[in-house]
């Protein structure tokens, strides 16, 4: 028998030394793995706003920020004292046969952001908004098709990944669900011959390409809206990533002046601590869904109101406002983006610096020199994309940076920082990149050293 223990904190420090055991014992070992063979098994014990501490006291900079979820930080005061107030208050959660006023009023704050659309459903994820976007989008047009794009990532639920074009992640699961068209990112030309059928109930779209931090071309965007009006299909901003503000305006469209006819957003909006996803949509696509009072609960989640939710979600936005969050991206991320910008032309392996606001790609690509082209191919022959982890293991181990390679066999290091960060901490990854890409130009030399290491890896998991 164990005895009651609601101090959490103590439970923490009483078993973290345990955390690889414990996982490799009851979790996913081969991520313990890959933690220890990166070096990235430092033990994080703390995390306070855009800075994580390890077990030694370190302190880093997050640039990954849970993939996205902690734009306000973590453990926001604002955010903690909303949740404790919340279970404080005994509040009648979860009755299901009511209807919750924190639903109503976090329902009512985001449709100020996108006042042309009319109706929020919440959900508890991100894939779980995808699912229900397929759902509403092929119940209100009775229409089968979906259309997404290449390169795209929506989750890794069936529905979800059957939008989702990396095959690593989709070997094994298939076949998927059916009716759904992939066309390449930016290529008008192959939306219009997908959306000419009028099968198509909706087509799913990143305004902003995650994996890989690919941008839309000026007219992309538009023309998608545009021709998905001319066929009677749906047009869906996947802004689970890129919303919030990340972008530097509250949803990325706003940027190509684009109003989809649903809008999905989650990750930021939870603030971090409990899971979240929204749905906003046209009251007449919500019509067609709960038409009638036996189709009220036609779609739902069991947990998907849940107050601690809602209020997680209202908390984030007070934060995001009274801290002027997304303006703050906008110029960070400016800044940001010209500091690297600047350093291309000096590397040859640096091709390019691309992004709005606090969502930032920085892709490397094949040097001219023959020196550093042979290292390159070396690497790229043992694992597509494996250069970028020559760049992201010194920015953690030399310089305390937590970021990541942006997509599986990708030549892109992504930077999604928490929106809270200062200018002191945009010189500090300024000159991390700086003197770590320095290092990838010199061969031989410690970064190539960690290159082999990395090769041989590659070469025994392929054996």
Known sequence: ???????????????????????????????????????????????????????????????????????????????????????????????????????????ERLLKYVPYLDKAFFANSGAECVEAAIKFARGATGRPGIVYCAHGYHGLTYGALSLTGDSNFRTGFEPLLPGCTSIPFNDLAALEKAL???????FVVEPIQGKGVNMPTDEFLPGAA??????????????IQTGMGRTGRFLAVEHWNVEPDMVLLSKSLSGGHVPVGAVLTRKSIFDKIFNQMD???????????????MAAGIATLDVMESEKLIE???????????????????????????????????????????????????????????????????LFKDHKILTQVAGHGSHTIKLLPPLTITEEDCGWIERAFDDVIAGSHKVPGAIWSLGKTLVDNAVRRSA
């Open 1 to 107: 028998m164990h005895s009651p223990n609601p101090d959490m904190s103590q439970l923490f420090a009483d078993r973290q030394a345990q955390r690889s055991t414990l996982h490799n014992r009851y979790l996913n070992e081969q991520f313990v793995r890959v933690l220890k063979t990166i070096g990235y098994d430092v033990g994080f014990q703390k995390g306070q706003g855009q800075y994580l501490y390890d077990r030694e006291g370190a302190r880093y900079l997050d640039l990954l920020s849970g993939f996205g979820v902690f734009a306000i930080g973590r453990n926001h005061p604002v955010m903690r004292e909303a949740l404790k107030s919340v279970l404080d208050a005994d509040l009648p959660n979860l009755v299901q046969f009511d209807v919750s006023v924190l639903a109503g009023v976090l329902a």
């Open 196 to 202: 000419a059928s009028r099968e198509v109930a909706a």
């Open 226 to 239: 545009a021709l998905c009006k001319k066929y009677g299909t749906l047009f869906v901003a996947d802004e």
């Open 295 to 309: 189709r009220a609960v036609v779609h739902g989640s069991t947990f998907s109101k849940n107050d601690l939710a």
């Open 328 to 394: 703050s991206a906008a110029k960070r991320g400016a800044e940001l983006r010209l500091a690297l910008t600047r350093m291309v032309p000096g590397y040859e392996l640096m091709k390019e610096v691309r992004g709005k606001g606090l969502m930032i790609g920085v892709e490397f690509g094949p040097p001219k020199s023959l020196r550093l082209r042979a290292s390159w191919n070396v690497l790229e022959a043992a694992n597509k994309g494996l250069f970028c982890q020559l760049i992201t293991v010194p």
